[in-house]
């Protein structure tokens, strides 16, 4: 098969990628090392317990959010069999010496916030950081699907900083910090 384009990379990324430039007419080809597609969306058991490999929690995929945008674009999110998290507690993050376990809420103030209870003297910065995540995500036109400008991409000076920079920026509290970076 003649391909326009070859993507390697089976993950979300890849996989969207490439469905994404297939909905606009090129001919796409992925290709994936693994037996399976998915990435990080992929699970395995050992025994009678299973494991993640990492994302389970999507939170784009609420209506308005990028990847709900993007499914729809695609003309497949009345096909995903999506289950709705509890909007008071979408996931539970148990790390540290302590043993601690973070209960993280859904949506933008009430994931700020959620954390806020157990980093209180960083409430304004966590909603800072979370902010300025989102003033990030608005400089990518694919999370709006917005038409990119012909020529060269630019981005703000934080948009190239490493994550690190970015969290203590705004994230002054070092065990808080911590938090961001696992």
Not at 62 to 86: E, F, M, P, S
Request: proline fraction near 1%; include cysteine.
């Amino acid at each position: 098969m003649n391909a326009d384009i070859i993507i390697i990379g089976g993950g979300l990324g890849g996989l969207t990628t490439g469905a994404l430039l297939a909905k606009e007419g090129l001919r796409v080809i992925v290709l994936e090392k693994n037996a399976v597609i998915g990435g990080g969306l992929q699970t395995f058991r050992r025994g009678n317990i299973e494991f993640e490999t990492g994302m389970h929690i999507l939170g784009g995929f609420r209506k308005g959010g990028t990847l709900h945008r993007l499914c729809t674009y695609l003309g497949i999110i009345d096909r995903l069999r999506l289950r709705d998290v509890d909007e008071w507690c979408m996931d539970e993050i148990t790390y540290g010496e302590d043993n601690a376990t973070y209960r993280i809420a859904s949506g933008r103030q009430a994931f700020a916030e959620s954390l806020a209870v157990y980093f209180p003297k960083q409430r304004e910065q966590l909603h800072n950081y979370v902010e300025a995540l989102y003033k990030l995500t608005d400089e990518i036109d694919i999370f709006h699907l917005r038409l990119t400008s012909e020529g060269i991409v630019s981005h703000s000076e934080q948009f190239l900083w490493p994550v690190d920079k970015f969290i203590a920026h705004y994230v002054t509290d070092q065990n808080c910090a911590t938090f961001w970076r696992i």
